[in-house]
């Protein structure tokens, strides 16, 4: 990572579109799709700056942007990073509650290998393993969490109901284990999928936090239906 600040804001790098767009030529072993992607990537701002900051991934911006509007990071935290591949929340959790200077834990999970990062506990396990909760307890050391998020995906296969569906079983399941292990007052943030099955979840989170919002940061691609379900002050 470099020695550049963080951004205090992510807002769009480049708001209006100032970039130069780069054209992708499909080549003959990579298929339509792939190129539709590598030119999303290509010309997306959030990329280049992401590169430029020396952030893991363009979702260190989202992290921002909802630290921004709901002030969920603060020095001294106790944060659960699940989903965490590459790495670009737990890189903004880290500088955020520094933990070498106040012995907050952060802790980070992915199935998906993830570089160590310091400051942070890595894991490298499915957190739908039966073992997964009692390791993340364990990597707490015993401390309840201030904050819990979860940038949690299945891969997609097209279908938007069962898409829908399968983030949802995730959400779902980091939901009951925040609320094993989150502080009184403490917040849940999860990314879904919009559609319809959330309802359940949400009248469930509306009995244990004391606000639950939906946001979407203008990270979040305009054409992507993800959007983040949010818990504040957790009744315990």
Not at 148 to 158: E, K
Request: charged share 25%.
């Amino acid at each position: 990572m470099t020695d550049k600040p963080f951004s205090k804001s992510g807002k769009n790098p480049n708001p209006r579109g100032q970039q130069k767009k780069v054209k992708v030529k499909t080549a003959k072993k990579r298929s339509n799709a792939s190129t539709r992607w590598l030119k999303r990537q290509l010309n997306d701002p959030y990329v280049a700056e992401a590169q430029a900051q020396g952030y893991r991934s363009r979702a260190a911006f989202k992290l921002l942007q909802l630290d921004e509007q709901l002030n969920l990071l603060r020095k001294g935290q106790n944060i659960i990073d699940l989903g965490a591949a590459p790495g670009g929340w737990t890189q903004i959790i880290v500088d955020r509650v520094k933990p070498d200077e106040t012995g907050a834990k952060v802790v980070a999970l992915d199935i998906l290998e993830m570089d160590e990062l310091p400051g942070a506990t890595v894991l490298h396990m499915d957190f739908m393993d039966d073992d997964a909760p009692d390791r993340l307890k364990e990597a707490m050391g015993g401390d309840m969490a201030d904050l819990v998020v979860s940038d949690i995906a299945p891969p997609t296969i097209g279908h938007k109901q069962t898409d829908h569906l399968r983030i949802m079983a995730l959400v779902e399941a980091a939901y009951y284990f925040a609320i094993e292990v989150l502080k009184p007052n403490g917040s849940f943030v999860a990314k879904v999928f919009q559609g319809g099955a959330q309802q359940d979840l949400l009248q469930h989170m509306r009995q244990n936090f004391k606000k639950v919002k939906h946001v979407k940061p203008d990270a979040s691609r305009s054409d992507s239906s993800e959007i983040y379900v949010v818990g504040l002050g957790f009744r315990g």
